[in-house]
């Protein structure tokens, strides 16, 4: 995805943000599974979580 898409998606979802991860590709989970899971955990709320 463009990042301009990913920009204005964003934009466009209540409570959404662009968050970049650097060195990944088409299959973020593949390409960097920590990275994400990283990313996830501080997006979700802790109550959601448990």
């Not at 920009?7 to 060195?23: C, Q």
């Not at 590709?25 to 448990?50: N, S």
């Amino acid at each position: 995805m463009p990042v301009e898409h990913g920009r204005r998606l964003a934009e466009l979802l209540p409570g959404g943000r662009l968050i970049e991860v650097a060195d990944s590709y088409t299959l973020l989970p593949l390409d960097q599974p920590v990275q994400l899971a990283a990313v996830i955990r501080e997006f979700t709320p802790v109550a959601a979580r448990t």
